[in-house]
Each structure stands twice: as C-alpha cells, then as structure tokens.
C-alpha cells in the first residue's frame, strides 16, 4: 500500500507547493463534509491529505470595490458576518439555506465550489453577484469568473496543482435588489431540486445589469443570461416578468434524477423567476 | 498512521489515526465512547453530532486530524459535578426522548443553540436543531424541552 | 399563487395482531424490602412500553411507580411475548403485567392476612401499605410484608401473568372472524397552503383526535401522537422509497434524499385525547401507536382539494404531482 | 376507582438513560475480538447462479470466515418460511445476499467481498404486481406470483351483497389508489452482534422488535442435525454442550432496547448471518448494515393498488362497498398476507356499511421484501377510503363533516367480518376534533351520539 501522507498547510503557498509536489494524488481537506463523506462510502481513498484549516485562508476583508471572502471560510461565519450582510447581504440568504448548522459549522465556500456540484448553493449567489474565484498555484494566480469556473458535473477549471484561494465580490451598488429562493425535497438538511437567485441593480425603477442564476437545472450552476438581458433598462412589469420567467426556464438544460424530473424542475424554475422578480418589483 | 492528539470532555487523549478515520471512528472504536451513534455515516442524520471548540460538527464525517489540539465534548462530558445540564434535566421532564438514538445529538445541538441564543424562539429552535432529525417524536416535545431549558436556565442565572 | 385549505380524515385500528393468538406472559417479582420487578418480553421501541407496564405494576401493587424496575432485555430472562408490533404492547404485555401484579399482590394480602389475624378479601394494598378495608389504621407497610413471607414464611413473591385472545381463523369465504381486542378511533384536521406555481404544499396546521381509551400516560400519547402526525406528513409529502415505481430507478440511498421531515417541516402539533374505555383493556386502555400516522396524509390530501381543487389519488401529494393535477384541471 | 399511577405524567423510565447518552444499543456493545460482517449482495434482480467462487476471498489474510447457502443448515426462513439467509440458484431481487464475510475490520472485509466471483444468469425481472399477476409473467417464485389465501388468489371478505346494495344506491363513486411504498427511516440501522461462548451458549445481540417471533425463527434456521457437516465444524467451537438441536436455551438472544422499530424490525434482516459466521469461526461477529443497504434493501412498507367503488343513497349512506386491493409484496412472503389480512378485514372503514366486499390480493414482484410498517395494511386503506369519502361528499354537494357522522360507526353495529364493534367513539371524537381546532359544527353534528344511529 503506498504511504499515506496528512499534511497541514499553514498558509496558502504551503497547500501549493505540497498540490505541486504530489499532483493529482494530493486532497485538499477543509471542512470536509463532501470530502469524507465519498471516503466513508469508498468511493475515494486518498493518499495524501493536505489540510486547509489553519491556513490563513479564513477571512473576510473589504477591500475597496470588493468583498473578499478566503475559501477556507466556514458558511456560518459567512452568513454572521456583519460585512457579509451589508454589502453582499443575498450571500448570506443563500448560506443560510445550506444543509444545517453542523454542516455550515465546517463546510467552507471555497470546498462548496471545488466539489464542482450543479446544485452548490453558495454558486447561485455567487453567480448572480457577479463574484469571481482567485485561483493560485505554484506556478502563480489568476482570477476567474464564477460563470467560467465550472465545466460540468463535478468538473471545474482548477488544475489538480490549484486551489481557490479567494472569493472576490463586487460590493453592492446603489440600489441593488435581490431574492433567493431553493426548492428542496423539505426545508432543511436537504440538496436543490431547483434554485434561483437574483441580483438586480436597479437604476430609477430601471433594472440595469440584472443577474438570475439557476442552480440544479443543468451541468453546472448558470447565468441565465437572456432572461436577464430582457430586462436591461427596463421597469419590471408582469408581462416582462413572464417573458423573464420563461426565458430562465429555456435557459435550463435539467436532467431527471433522484431529486426531480426534467419537466419539473424546468416548470419550477420559470415559476421562482416569476416569483423572485414580482418580489423584486413589489 | 499519525498521532492525534485532542481533548475529549477535557481529558486529553492520544490515538493513531490514519487518513480515512473519522472523529466518530475514533471515539466509538478507540475511546469508546458510544453515545455518538453511526446512523448514516453521510452527515444526513446528525446522530453522531458532537461539539468540537463548542461547535456542533457532525463527527461522522469530520476528519480525525482536523480535530488535531482541539475540545470535543460529547454528552457524557455535559453534566458538572455530578449534576446534570439543564437541558438533559429538561429533556428528561419533557419527554424530549423516545427510542434515545438520536437524543445525544439533540442535546448537544440545543447545548450549541444556547450557549450562543440563550433566549432562542420555537422557530430559532427549529432552525438550530433542523439538521438533527428524530422519527419518534415528531420534534414537539424536543422543542418544548429546549425552550424549558432555557427557561430554567435563565432563571437560574437570575 | 398561494391558496389555502382544510381536510378531515377519520380511522379506526385495532389492537394485537388480526387473527390473535399473540401471547404476552409477565412475571412481578417482589422483594423482601417491598420493591417490585417486573419481568416482560416485549421491547422498548421508543414507545415507552417499560414506563407505561410500570405504572401499571405499581398502581395494582399500590407502591411508587420508582420501586418497580422493569427487566425486558433478554430471552433467558423474559418470559414470552409475541414482540412489539401491531399495537398490542401497552393492551396485551398490560393485561398480562396486570394479572401478574395481581397475582403477587394476592401473595402479599395472604401473608397479611396471617400477619393481622384477617381474611385477606378485609384487606387492601393501597400508598406502599396493605391496610384493613374498614379500619384504615391498622396497616402494614408491604416492605414488612414481603419480608416476612421471603424470611418468615420461606415463601417467593412472584406473580405470574399471561393473556392471549384465541386465535380467529377467517371464514374462507366470507372472512367472518373477529380480528380485534378493541377499537381505538381518530380524526385528524390539516390546513394547508398550496403554491400553484411551483406545487409546494405546506402543512400549517395538522390537529388530532384521539380516542385511547384510557391513557395510562399521558405524555406517552401524545408522544406517540406527534410522532404519528410527522410520519404522515413525510408519507403525505415528502417521502419516496421507489419514485417511479414500480420501477426501482432513482431510489435514493441516504437519508438527503429519503425526505423524512425535519423540525423545520412540522408545525406545532395540536391534539386532544378523549377516553372511551375499552371495556376488556387494561385499565380501560387501548393502544395507538400505529394508528397515529394513518390520517394525516388522507387529511392532507383532502386539504389540497380544498385549496386548489385538484385530487391525488397518489402518495405523496409531491410538488411535482400536483402540478401536473392543476395543469390537468386547467391552471390553478 | 381513584388510580395513583395510572394517568400520571410520571418520568419516562429509560429516560434518564437517554438523555445521558448511557442507553446502550446494539452498535454499542463491544466485544473485543469482534470480526467484522459484509455481505455479498446480488448486483441482479432476477437471476440464476451458475457458479460462486469465494476461495480467494478465504484466502485472504485477515479473512476469518466465509458463509454461502451451503453453510445454512435449514435455509428458510419466515412465518412461512420461504426466503433463503443466503441465495442458492434463485435470484429474486437486486441486493439479495449470496455470501457473507467476516473479518478483522471492515477495510479487508469489503476487499474480501470484492474478490468473490460470481457467475450469474441474469433474467428478466417483474416489478409491476399488475404483470406479475399475468399467467406469461416471469415467475418470482416457483409456486406463483400471487399468493394462496386457502384455494384463493386473494383474501374475501363478504359481508351482505355489494350488488344489491349498488341497485339501491342513488349515486356510485369508484376511483382507483395508488399508496407508495415507504421506508421506516428508523435512526438506528439494521444491526446485530453474536458472540459464541465457551460454555455452548450463543449470545446474540439484536435490534429485533420482537424477541421470541425471531428466536424461533433463528432456531429453525440453525437448527443442526449430527450428520450435517457444518455442524462437525461449528460443535467443537461453541464447546461441548452444543446439543446439536438447538433449543431456545441454547440462545440468549438479547435486546429489548431499539433505535427506532416503525416494523423495520419484526423481520430477521442480520441475526441469522451473525449467529452463523459466529458459529462458523467461534469468534464474535458484528454486521452492521450501512444507510444505504438499509434503505434499499431492508424491508419496507409495500405499496398498494386499491380500487373503491362505492354506492350511497342521496342522504350521504354509504350502502355498499367493493374494494380490490394489490400489494405489492416483493419477492418474499415476509409479513406480507398478514398485513393484507389486516388491510381486507378493516378496509371498509370506521363506517358501519351493509354490504362489502373486499378481495386483497398479495402479489410477488423482484423487489426486496416489503414486509410490516406502523400502521400494516390499514394505512394505505385510511388513506384510500378517506380520500373518496371526501370524493363522494364533493359530489353530493354534503360536507365533509356531515358525511362521516352519517356513516359513523355506532354502538351494536359490526364490522365487515360481522363482529360486533364496542367502545366505539368516532362521533364523540370527531366532535372533539372540531372543538379543538376552532371548526364551528352545526348542533345537528354536535349532539350526535355514539350509542344511537341518528
């Protein structure tokens, strides 16, 4: 059996340099709540574990324009966070539906979004908060929007010898609106069927860069753009806010799975960006 | 194998632990300690909840090492001096235990709530507990015994 | 859209297995300072069975319900019973504890007798002593009693209980039999609210009655009845074992995606307990462990047709089924 | 009579166990030296076995023993005993167990299961009971899908004449029912721990819900007769006392305190695999069963198929009932014809109706046996008959309320097996619930008796 090694990184360079030096067979360890939950069930047997916990990647600092989350960061101090409720208060919204408090407790943003799930919760907001990713590696950083971080099912730009480093928000501007809303098979300790979030700066009534995400209704966390794009300088109306709807449901691309069929997940989500955007307009 | 070294219900111990050990594993199979429980072994059910620096962390799926210099503390370590905690007292009186499986994690879940919300709501009870799940009671009577706890907690430290 | 609505639904269950013949023995042990153990073979599932067949031994024995312990953890110990199941503990292991008790409380009233000079039919066991009926004064605490038959009169203080219905073979064509101890009866109310858009139901209020006949334990029945009322919400809403069945594809494997409720899922249950005795129960009780998870989800159902007007003739009234029901009906 | 115990809110007994998390269960018991249990499970749903090859799963360092069909001494077992502890030739459902290993922990146990080789015949499975009812429908079992209730394919309960009773009614309600299976979703998983003892005494550790149903089971299955070869091997490890026709002193089975029952367990599901792995390698044995197998593999609540026509007279009267029932039993008889035995004697409802008819009908299909859940066969009926009253009160333009005092059951009146029913409360009960949720009845309603039809 090859020697299993247990790392722990003290700060961000020392998880690089251990990823570089051990490839694709280094893990890293946060919370672990994804991660040991495929080793319990053996579908993962690592052989070297490089532990994030005490690696200064707990944070959260505002920086100029941006709210700047370290990937190490639990949920639960994300969403107690009064910075985080200020100026990215829809990021704490979403946290808060998140599993349960034991699993927010240790479960950090930067894992949510490595595990490369469809249904992440944390991208959603993200997403619609027009948040990107500083990635690093030995070799250097580089910074990349959310929307260009997952390829697919489990899937993600990060190299084997890379790791998120930071979540970097746009603070909110003037007037932003958002809404959230996620449909589990209950209303706790539950994965997406479906879930939507919105930002919507709003300019004079006008919707000016509006973002909709839709989380568990195709291979990755998306954007739907044009449902967005229908909006652009334009008051929210019913009528608009139907061909909205409709527009995000198109986007989608869902699957049947344990959780829900296609057909419903595609009704749900046209019904959510109905509901988020009257909210938004009311 | 590595060292792990951590305190459980303020003993220090010391177990070898590889990569794949749970903190659950460690104090079932090492420790044995058996009141965290093995229900699901996918953090879904909370029976093996356990409070690690005073955080409720599912132990099932925690990583031994990364309970490296820390505090566990399970419900053996709850009660002080012979006396029991107020909310075992309140679950006791209120009936908040049926089959008893899943009341370890649900005591330390509600221990989690009021030592930060000492005045919590039913719904900020529901919230704090709704990653515990229970199939015998229905959860009524496990909110009633954390809202009497924290009456009786209040009114003790008045 | 959200809209609300109310149902009923209305039950019955019978006690002890259909057909009978599940026997339940008992043995109350008495010991020489007066404290009792009563021996059983029926498990503790949650349901309470050791405290309710405690109660039961100390209020025949006229001790504290704390001098009974309760031994049902082995088959080398316990004597027989059929098992916990079809509703039958606190009825069949209660008849059975009640006749053991009694049984050694007779022992005790013989050795009384002889200790007071009286016919044991003058006294009574009652508050830890055995007194004479009509004069109340002259008493002996059971404590002396019992050691005086263990030391004195070299006798065991062991009471022995059993009870079986006699099995009832259905007519083969008819089924003409009697499959029931006693009937327990129910009413469960549920409001809900129905999102039209995206077919979520939530129960906002789910209020039970029940018929128990005499509840031994209060506390116990409404646990059992809370416990019932969120295991049919979960059947009514939530809980899918084979979700396209019959086919066995997408069957969840971890309690995530087998929905049982959370607390976030139930809402404040409200219930009332009448008593009708049973005329053959233990002190006129009848049980209801089972059939507290039977009316919810009828009542839930029929609260969804209240609100939107659609039916499901299928479980679980999912998000996705009534949305189907209402496209079917032609919008919400 | 004053009662000073009975009716009180005296503390729960095992409580204080509870809450301080010293209630013992079976997980929690720990023997050292204990092996642990895997299982080979079937990866078909219908099957036959052409060959099994577990040598170089024995082989395997740290491998204490491996059981298959050939180490069960009677391997049926049930309360009618047709299912196997271990699969011979028939493959009936996906996840059916085919061997099983103990050994020093559960890393090289499952690496052991994973050297087991199987070759199997994989055949065409049956899921819908409505096939499985067909005479071309593969066969689960040999002696049919539909289970013999006597000479017949369903349980008949006939009470009156439901045609007659159609002719008098004024409107005829029928509607179809589909109740899902279910899973007890109780926290404390399938479990079990044997531990042989010198003395020749098995000690077994169960979370069984009923002790004496399934030692005498358990009894049947180990039962040993001199000439069997196993019983050779086993004798010398349980010492010398093992009678070779095991009694019910030869077990201690012990239990009485479960994680959560709801029916999960009143079928053996690990005891008899522990017990024989125990005797096999005269070392404790522990299978505990993970979340996933007890969610796919362990018993369930089956579903159920029910059809309800119903005839009633303009005033609300129920007056004839016909109800055809199908459950959907999966591939063993389990608990299955009782609870469909309970299911057709009280189908009918908490309603006094003249004339039923009621056919249930117990039906194998290649799912794991379904077997008990709270509730038998009566939950799938309230919900079934509880939907179409409200159905039929729509219809008739009559409340919901109104209809189910009408039809209420009263004092001297008897069920659909003809006895007569007592204690009754439904009226008495309903009028409560109304009190107590605010819903104001008219008096008509409320000064309704139990003791009088009205």
Request: proline fraction near 10%.
């Given at each position: 059996m090859a020697e299993r090694q247990f790392f722990k990184a003290t700060d961000p360079q020392e998880a690089c340099d251990l990823l570089a030096q051990y490839g694709g067979k280094a893990r890293l360890l946060a919370g672990g709540t994804d991660l040991m939950v495929a080793v319990n069930q053996r579908q993962l047997s690592p052989e070297v574990l490089v532990y994030l916990g005490d690696s200064g990647l707990n944070y959260i600092n505002s920086e100029s324009d941006n709210l700047v989350i370290g990937a190490a960061t639990p949920f639960t101090d994300i969403m107690g966070s009064n910075l985080v409720r200020e100026e990215a208060p829809l990021l704490a919204e979403v946290i808060s539906h998140i599993a349960s408090p034991a699993i927010r407790n240790v479960g950090t943003i930067g894992g949510n979004l490595a595990n490369g799930s469809p249904a992440a919760d944390s991208a959603t907001a993200l997403l619609a908060l027009g948040a990107s990713l500083k990635l690093v590696s030995k070799a250097g950083d580089r910074v990349v929007a959310v929307e260009e971080f997952f390829t697919g099912p489990g899937e993600t730009t990060l190299e084997p010898t890379e790791l998120i480093q930071e979540v970097i928000i746009p603070k909110k501007a003037g007037e932003a609106k958002w809404a959230y809303r996620k449909l589990g098979k209950r209303k706790a300790q539950t994965l997406s069927i479906v879930s939507v979030a919105i930002c919507c700066p709003l300019d004079g009534g006008q919707c000016q860069g509006t973002r909709i995400a839709l989380g568990a209704v195709a291979p990755t966390p998306i954007l739907a753009s044009e449902a967005s794009a229908l909006l652009e300088g334009k008051i929210l109306s019913e009528g608009l806010i139907d061909e909205s709807a409709k527009a995000a449901a198109d986007a989608s691309n869902p699957i049947d799975d344990v959780r829900g069929s296609a057909w419903y997940r595609r009704r749900a989500i046209e019904a959510l960006v109905r509901q988020l955007l009257a909210q938004i307009s009311a | 194998m590595y060292s792990l070294e951590f305190t459980v219900n303020g003993q220090l111990c010391q177990v070898a632990v590889d990569l794949k050990t749970t903190l659950l594993e460690v104090l079932r199979d090492k420790l044995f300690i058996t009141s965290p429980k093995v229900g699901c072994n996918t953090g879904d059910c909370g029976t093996c909840s356990v409070l690690m620096n005073g955080k409720l962390v599912r132990s099932c799926i925690t990583n031994a090492l990364s309970a490296q210099g820390k505090e566990v503390t399970t419900i053996e370590g709850l009660a002080e001096a012979g006396e029991l905690h107020p909310l075992q007292e309140a679950f006791h009186d209120n009936y908040g235990a049926q089959c008893g499986f899943c009341t370890p994690g649900m005591i330390l879940a509600s221990k989690a709530l009021l030592d930060e919300n000492p005045k919590p709501t039913r719904e900020e009870a529901k919230e704090a507990l709704s990653g515990n799940l229970c199939r015998c009671t229905g959860y009524g009577k496990i909110i009633d015994s954390v809202m009497a706890a924290a009456e009786q907690m209040a009114q003790a430290k008045s | 859209m959200r809209k609300r609505g109310v149902g009923i639904a209305a039950g019955f269950y019978p006690m002890g297995m259909s057909g009978g013949g599940d026997s339940s023995q008992a043995l109350v042990k008495i010991q020489p300072d007066g404290s009792a153990v009563l021996t059983v073979g029926s498990c503790d599932i949650g349901q309470g069975c050791k405290t309710v067949l405690a109660q039961m031994t100390a209020e025949v024995l006229g001790i504290d319900y704390a001098q009974v312990k309760v031994v049902n953890d082995d088959t080398d110990n316990c004597p027989l019973s059929f098992g916990t199941f079809a509703s039958r503990v606190t009825y069949v292991d209660g008849k059975a504890t009640i006749a053991a008790a009694e049984n050694a409380r007779d022992i005790l009233l013989e050795v009384a007798a002889q200790m007071l000079e009286k016919s044991p039919e003058d006294l009574v066991a009652a508050d830890g002593k055995i007194s004479v009926k009509d004069d109340p004064d002259t008493s002996l605490a059971i404590g002396e009693v019992a050691g005086a038959a263990t030391?004195?009169?070299?006798?065991?203080v062991v009471g022995l209980g059993h009870y079986m219905r006699d099995p009832a073979t259905p007519d083969p064509d008819t089924g003409e039999c009697d499959p029931v101890c006693s009937l327990a009866w129910a009413a469960n109310l549920a409001e809900v609210e129905v999102d039209t858009e995206t077919g979520e139901v939530e129960v906002l209020r789910l209020v039970s009655s029940y018929d128990v006949g005499k509840a031994i334990n209060p506390m116990l029945t409404e646990g059992q009845i809370e416990g019932g009322g969120a295991m049919g919400v979960g059947a009514a809403l939530s809980e899918q074992l084979h979700p396209h069945y019959p086919g066995l594809e997408d069957q969840p494997t971890n309690l995530g995606d087998y929905a049982i409720p959370t607390t976030m899922d139930i809402p404040d249950l409200e219930s009332v307990i009448y008593e009708c005795p049973s005329t053959n129960g233990p002190f006129g009780a009848k049980g209801l462990g089972e059939m507290t998870a039977n009316c919810p989800a009828p009542a839930i159902v029929n609260a969804i047709h209240d609100a939107v007007g659609v039916w499901l003739n299928e479980l679980p009234a999912s998000p996705e089924r009534v949305l189907r029901a209402l496209d079917e009906k032609g919008g919400g | 009579m004053t009662m000073k115990v009975v009716g009180q809110r005296v503390k729960r007994y095992d409580g204080m166990a509870h809450v301080t998390g010293e209630t013992r269960f079976v997980d929690d018991v720990i023997v050292p030296g204990t092996l642990t249990i895997k299982a080979f499970r079937s990866p078909v749903a219908k099957g036959n076995i052409k060959d099994l090859d577990t040598s170089a799963a024995e082989a395997m360092p740290g491998v204490a023993g491996v059981i298959t069909a050939e180490d069960v001494p009677c391997n049926a077992y049930g309360?009618?005993?047709?299912?196997?502890?271990?699969?011979?030739?028939?493959?009936?459902?996906?996840?059916?167990?085919?061997a099983a290993v103990a050994a020093v922990d559960e890393d090289t146990a499952v690496e052991a299961i994973n050297k087991i080789k199987l070759d199997i015949e994989e055949e065409k499975p049956v899921f819908d009971p409505l096939e499985a009812m067909k005479p071309d429908a593969p066969k689960v079992r040999p002696e049919g899908n539909v289970f013999m209730f006597g000479e017949r394919p369903f349980r008949q309960i006939i009470l009156g004449d439901v045609e007659e009773g159609f002719k008098k009614a004024d409107i005829i309600v029928e509607n179809e029912y589909l109740h899902p299976s279910l899973e007890h979703a109780q926290l404390e998983p399938q479990a079990s721990l044997a531990v042989p003892d010198a003395g020749g005494k098995l000690t077994i550790y169960t979370v069984s819900q009923a002790l004496y149903f399934h030692l005498g089971q358990l009894l049947g299955i180990l039962q040993m007769e001199p000439d069997k070869v196993q019983c050779k091997q086993w004798a010398p490890r349980t010492g010398s006392s093992w009678r070779h026709n095991a009694g019910f002193s030869d077990i201690n089975y012990v239990g009485g305190t479960v994680g959560g029952g709801f029916g999960a367990k009143n079928d053996i599901h690990a005891d008899h695999v522990t017990a024989l792995l125990a005797l096999k390698t005269g070392q404790p044995c522990k299978w505990r069963w993970t979340r996933e197998e007890d969610l796919l593999y362990s018993t369930f609540r089956g579903a159920w198929r029910m059809t309800i026509k119903d005839g009633i007279t303009k005033d609300g009267r129920i007056v004839a009932r016909q109800i055809k029932s199908i459950r959907d039993?999966?591939?063993?008889?389990t608990l299955n014809f009782y609870v469909v035995d309970k299911h057709s004697f009280l189908a009918a409802g908490p309603y006094f109706i003249e004339n039923v008819y009621v056919q249930g009908y117990c039906v194998y299909t290649n799912k794991p046996p379904a077997s008990s859940m709270r509730g038998f066969g009566i939950t799938p009926a309230t919900f079934a008959t509880e939907v179409q009253i409200d159905k039929i009160a729509t219809q008739l333009g009559m409340d919901p309320w109104e209809i189910r005092f009408v039809n209420a059951f009263r004092k001297g009146e008897h069920t659909a097996t003809r006895r007569v029913v007592n204690s009754v409360a439904l009226v008495e009960v309903m009028q409560k619930l109304a009190e107590k949720a605010g819903v104001d009845l008219p008096d008509k309603l409320m000064t309704m008796t139990s003791t009088e039809r009205g």
């Open positions: - | - | 030391f004195g009169m070299r006798r065991l | 309360l009618v005993p047709d299912q196997p502890v271990l699969v011979e030739k028939a493959v009936r459902y996906k996840g059916e167990p085919i039993a999966g591939a063993y008889s």
